[in-house]
């Protein structure tokens, strides 16, 4: 007798996934999920079964001993029961069941990185059937399991959501009385974009300082937790850190004390960048940082980080669906979520400089005011 077989199937012309993972529902927005149909066929009339059941799990792939991935599952909600044998005998035979699988807020996307490291999603139907009894052994369970794949791309990553688009200015001031000032006018980046920062470096100092060179890099950190490696100090990898772009703009300014030198810097995220920011996995943890350094004659670096989201949506991909999906609290400013579009005020230049114009000082050279010198026509009339 062959065994019953189960299968899973998307909705006719649609996918797995429904509604927009990680944004929260709405009266007019339902919330993700992964819906479909649980097919099962028996070759006979019925069979004997106890549970039939649906779940969503979370597999996230880290490196294993040698050159083998190690899979950690967690299971994403409680499983659904599908049916359950309410007597003793009850039998079950060919059917369909629907299912539906809410998709928390909280879930990382999913993503394949290097060396069979990633995370990735299945649904799997689990039919748990009651096995013959012999007489010098008990009564052995039968487990049958179907698994399909699914993709779960995280909406609230759009780079075109007015939060990333939110003015940003830091500053770090060293002992010499050097200070680095960047500001950017974004924070999310989407595969082809320029992540541009404004660098102005500010000196106090009355000794001149040369300024040699501006350096900008984008730098990706990929962290594993957990896991039985034994290679593991304290159940944590080594993070691999990757350059992802970079630009470095050759100068050779002499800086004087009460003026500052102000350059755009960018460097373009590769099309073929499809890895984007996670922060909400158990395990896996992928980031990165905008770094920017002044290289200065005699004199240590200055430099800053500042934390970049990448997001894995094409821009234009984003600006349709954030139509689509419409004004979210933590997303959209207030403008935006009472219909009104909002543009981030300007970027005011410091007082004196010339934006985007490298290679040009901001500011003549300090120099120290001309002690008053009587003329030779005054000095005649007092001694007259």
């Known amino acids: 007798m062959s065994q019953p077989k189960i299968h899973l199937r998307a909705l006719p012309n649609v996918e797995f996934v429904h509604g927009y993972p990680g944004i929260p529902a709405s009266p007019d927005r339902q919330q ?145 009385l ?22 102005t470096l500010k000196t106090d100092n009355l000794t001149p300082v040369v300024l040699r060179s501006f350096e900008y890099y984008l730098v990706e950190t990929v962290t594993f937790q957990g896991g039985h490696n034994p290679s593991k100090k304290h159940g944590t990898a080594a993070p691999q850190i990757s350059l ?29 960048h499809t890895t984007s920011t996670i922060s909400s996995a158990r395990h896996i943890d992928v980031s990165y940082k905008a770094r920017i350094r002044t290289i200065l004659d005699h004199l240590p670096p200055l430099e800053m980080e500042l934390p970049v989201t990448i997001t894995n949506w094409p821009r234009h991909v984003s600006a349709e669906l954030i139509r689509r999906i419409g004004a979210i609290p933590n997303l959209s400013t207030s403008r935006q979520a009472a219909g009104r579009p909002t543009m981030p005020p300007p970027m005011p230049p410091p007082t004196g400089a010339l934006p985007n114009i490298p290679g040009i000082p901001e500011g003549p050279p300090a120099v120290p005011p001309k002690a008053d010198i009587p003329s030779s026509r005054g000095l005649m009339s007092s001694l007259a």
């Open 32 to 176: 993700a999920n992964v819906r479909g149909t649980l097919e099962l066929r028996v070759s006979q009339q019925s069979v004997k079964a106890k549970l039939l059941k649906i779940e969503l799990r979370k597999i996230e792939s880290i490196p294993g001993t040698g050159n083998r991935a190690e899979e950690l599952i967690d299971l994403i909600g409680q499983p659904i029961t599908l049916w359950q044998a309410a007597a003793e005998g009850d039998t079950l035979g060919s059917r369909d069941f629907p299912f539906n699988i809410r998709i928390p807020e909280t879930v990382p996307p999913s993503v394949a990185l290097r060396g069979g490291a990633g995370i990735r999603y299945e649904v799997t139907g689990i039919l748990l059937m009651k096995g013959k009894k012999g007489m010098f052994r008990r009564e052995a369970s039968i487990t049958i399991t179907h698994s399909v794949a699914v993709v779960i791309d995280k909406h609230e990553l759009h780079s075109t959501w007015p939060i990333y688009a939110q003015p940003e200015s830091r500053q770090v001031v060293r002992e010499d």
């Open 178 to 199: 050097l200070s680095l000032i960047i500001d950017r006018s974004s924070t999310c980046f989407a595969p082809g974009d320029k992540i541009v920062v404004v660098a």
């Open 244 to 272: 992802i772009a970079e630009q470095k703009l050759a100068l050779s300014l002499t800086l004087y004390g009460g003026t500052q030198h102000r350059v755009e810097l960018g460097c373009i995220l590769p099309q073929n």
